[in-house]
């Protein structure tokens, strides 16, 4: 097995990252919880919060009967829903996701601005060259991709179904490009023991995890577990007692015996953990030095959810419910679609024990 590291590929010297909130913004923006509230109820919306949202929007999920998952969870439950109103509280990647899936419903998000580093380290004319290079190659995209990006890809897949599909293809005999994730990549060919041609896109907050700050936190508490998501380093990685997607990561919390855990993920995490474990404690890992332009181990781009944005899609005039609304091209959608279909139909079959070869 190798890791073949693509070259020639313009990486963003630097990501656009938001101002930080200031703790003043986040209190006023708490009190309007109970306006959030009725206004998703009257509007019949569904909330989708990703796990690494703020507390207290995924306690307004929670509160409105709607859901807090990963991504891949969160594609299913805005499909299967009824509800014609979506709020997706995320990345802005899991509102055209949930608008690809689900052409007919009205896909809101607090804010379009919400990028994911991952998604701004592979545009789709890069890919297009890319994939002339390598024309035998199967394109495997991460989740964390744009619609024009996943309309150019052979399948779409999430962390937590990563290796799996690796080995698949494998047993088919395909050779894999895998982008954007360069950790993720070296972190499938290591374990599905697979060739991959790997794209050298980062997180901004996974990317930061400092194995050697974690060494000294294991230190200080020698009777806590470490889990690790796999957009992570290696050399983090080969610290985990668990590695996995958030979904993962959280049942392994739940299901393990430990009395603590050093957790490197996003933080939105913790609030389900702690919720799920209330007797254990969870340590946030470790951020690198060169992470500084990070408030700790939180995403930039998820704390743009606040509730007053989620509240303007819903109760804001024509023009503001317009700048909230996703809307993806329908030649792209259509595209984007198949490989989004391909990796619901391989999750779905791999639930159920038996992958057909012909997925
Ligand atoms: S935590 Fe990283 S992968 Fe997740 S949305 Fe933020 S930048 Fe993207």
Redesign the pocket.
Known sequence: MSLIMLKDIALPEHFPLPQPVSAEALAADNQLFDRVKDAIVQHKALLIA?Y?TAPIVQRLAEETGGFIGDSLEMARVGKDSECTTIVVA??RFMGETAKILSPEKTVLMPDLAS?????LCCQPEDLKRVKAEHPNATVVAYA?TSAAVKAQSDWIVTSSLAVELADYLKGRGEEILWLP?RHLGSYIANNAKTDVYCWPGR????DSFDPSGIVELKKAHPEAKVLVHP?SPAEVVALADCVGSTSQLLAFSKQDDAPSYIVAT?RGIFYKMQQACPNKTFIEAAIAPQGVTLDGAK????SLNSLAKILECLEGDAEQKAAHTITVPEDIRRAALKPLDRMLAFSAALKSGSVPQDL
């Open positions: 990703h690494y995320g990345v990028e994911c580093s991952l998604d964390n994730d997180c901004v907050v996974h957009e996003e995403c930039p781009w998820m």
